[in-house]
């Protein structure tokens, strides 16, 4: 039942003819209450704004059960070990770079994510994408390669991410639920 509709040149999934999305990516990630983790982090990173702002932007957004698993890398990130991560941690540029990894410019369908297809994120490192039709996954293609990576010699290796769920579109891009943190 679900058609698809051009706004801008972009395709977005999800929308029937003539029905516009008022909610930008921040509401639409709130709204959803599957994320709220991932809202924390944005937050006390001090981004919301570039996720408010009418540039298009595809954002694969870690569920919250995705935290439990990487709750000692997330920590790693805080003054205090504390992994309360904010504005004042010791490496907020790194909390930055880590979340930018999630993001990437432009809208980007669940059809546009093709097998193979690498797309490079806001922080400059790339996202793979493996798709066999039944389902799609998102994963760090070289994680001992990747600029404005956290680790070296492929010590950020992991299972690739699922995207879980349909897209959800906003008036200012696409996210993508998925079933695990990346890590640049």
């Known amino acids: 039942m679900l058609a698809t509709a051009f706004a801008g040149g972009t395709i977005l999934a999800g929308l029937r ?14 709204a959803d209450g599957r ?10 990173a001090g981004i919301t704004d570039q996720l408010r702002s009418t540039a298009s932007v595809t954002v694969f ?7 439990d698993v990487v709750n000692a890398r997330i920590t790693e990130l805080s ?16 909390l930055r770079e ?7 410019s432009g809208s980007m369908p669940s059809s546009g994510l ?3 297809r690498r797309f490079k994120t806001v922080n400059g490192a790339e996202i793979l994408v493996a798709n066999d039709g039944s389902k799609i996954a998102i994963s760090n293609p070289a ?14 290796v992991q299972a690739p991410a699922l995207v879980v769920g349909p897209d959800m579109v906003a008036n200012n891009g696409i996210i993508h639920a998925v079933s695990q943190v990346l890590f640049p």
């Open 114 to 116: 093709l097998d193979g």
């Open 61 to 67: 957004a870690p569920v919250d059960p995705a935290f």
């Open 98 to 104: 880590f979340l930018a990894y999630h993001i990437v």
């Open 17 to 30: 003819p003539g029905q516009a999305q008022t909610r930008n990516v921040m509401e639409t990630l709130a």
């Open 143 to 156: 994680p001992e390669r990747q600029t404005g990576s956290f680790g070296a010699g492929g010590l950020n």
């Open 79 to 94: 003054a205090q070990g504390s992994g309360n991560i904010n504005q004042n941690s010791a490496d907020p540029l790194r």
């Open 35 to 44: 994320f709220n983790r991932f809202i924390d982090l944005i937050t006390q």
